[in-house]
C-alpha cells in the first residue's frame, strides 16, 4: 500500500505542450509538497501546501500551477512545456509543516522534446 | 540566504566507515536531516537531529553540533547496497519556516 503515490512516473512529450502531474497520500498528513530534481541531483522545493493552503510558493514560473483538491492530493500543472524543464517531479507528504520527516513518492522523469 | 554544504562523493570498500560531513548556515535553524536515495529511486529518510549529539540506527549514526553549524552521517560496516547519495537536509525557520532544505547530496560508492 503505497504511502505516496504519483503518476505518471515517465513523461515525453514536446515543448509547448501542457501536462499534469498527479500525487496522493494516504498517510493523513496535513502538508505536501512538490521538489525538482535537477540532472545533478540538486533537490530544489518548488512548493508545499498545508491543508490544501499554499505556504511556500519558491521563484517558480507561474507556467507552473499546483493544485490541491483536499489535504491527500497535490496536483501539478504546468503550461508551455520548455527544454529547461525536464528533470524528476517528487511529490512529498509530511505530518506537519517543515517535519524533519518527508515521504517521497517515486519520482515523475519529465522529459520535453 | 541559507546554504548547505557536503562533499560531492566519497569512495570506499566493504566493511568500511564512512563519514559524509554537512555544514550549513541559515537565517534560522530547527534540526537537520539525512536521506538515502539510491539510482531511480525516491529520497528516504534516515535520520534527524534537533538537538546537540549523537542519534544512532543501526548501522548509521548521526551528529549535529549547532554551535559549530555542522553535522555528519556515519554509515559503519558499508554493504554494497549502502551505494547511493546522501542529502542533509535543514528544517528552516524564519521566513523559511515550513520548508525542507536539502544539500546537493554526497555520492557514495561501495566498491568490494
Known amino acids: 500500500d ?14 509547448g505542450n501542457d501536462k499534469s502531474i498527479k500525487c496522493e497520500q494516504n498517510l493523513g498528513h496535513d502538508t505536501m509538497y512538490w521538489y525538482k530534481q ?11 501546501y498545508n491543508n490544501k493552503e499554499l505556504i511556500i510558493n519558491e521563484t517558480v514560473p507561474n507556467r507552473f500551477s499546483p ?3 483536499d489535504k491527500a492530493h497535490l496536483n501539478l500543472h ?5 527544454l529547461g524543464d525536464s528533470a524528476v517531479y517528487f511529490c512529498a507528504s509530511s505530518q506537519e509543516e517543515g517535519w524533519p520527516e518527508a515521504f517521497f513518492g517515486q519520482g515523475t522523469r519529465l522529459t520535453v522534446v | 540566504g ?11 570498500v566493504e566493511g568500511a566507515i ?40 543501526g548501522r548509521f549514526s548521526s551528529f549535529l553540533s549547532r554551535s559549530d553549524s555542522y553535522g555528519y552521517l556515519l554509515l559503519q560496516e558499508l554493504q554494497m547496497k549502502d551505494s547511493a ?10 521566513d523559511s519556516w515550513g520548508k525542507l532544505q536539502f544539500g546537493a547530496g554526497t555520492q557514495v560508492v561501495v566498491t568490494p
Not at chain 2, 541559507?2 to 570506499?12: D, G, K, M, N
Not at chain 2, 547519495?85 to 524564519?94: I, K, N
Request: proline share 4%; aromatic share 12%.
Open chain 1, 2 to 15: 503505497t504511502a505516496v503515490s504519483q503518476t505518471p512516473k515517465y513523461l515525453v512529450t514536446q515543448m
Open chain 1, 38 to 48: 535537477d540532472s545533478k541531483k540538486f533537490l530544489k522545493i518548488m512548493f508545499s
Open chain 2, 85 to 94: 547519495s546522501y542529502f542533509c537536509a535543514v528544517r528552516d525557520g524564519g
Open chain 2, 18 to 57: 564512512v563519514q559524509i560531513n554537512c555544514t550549513y548556515q541559515t537565517s534560522g535553524f530547527y534540526g537537520l536531516s539525512w536521506y538515502q536515495q539510491h539510482d531511480g529511486g525516491a529520497p528516504t529518510f534516515l535520520s534527524y537531529n534537533g538537538l546537540d549529539g549523537l542519534e544512532e540506527t
Open chain 2, 2 to 12: 541559507q546554504s548547505l554544504e557536503q562533499p560531492s562523493e566519497v569512495t570506499a
Open chain 1, 78 to 82: 504546468i503550461n508551455s512545456l520548455e
Open chain 1, 67 to 69: 493544485k490541491s483538491p
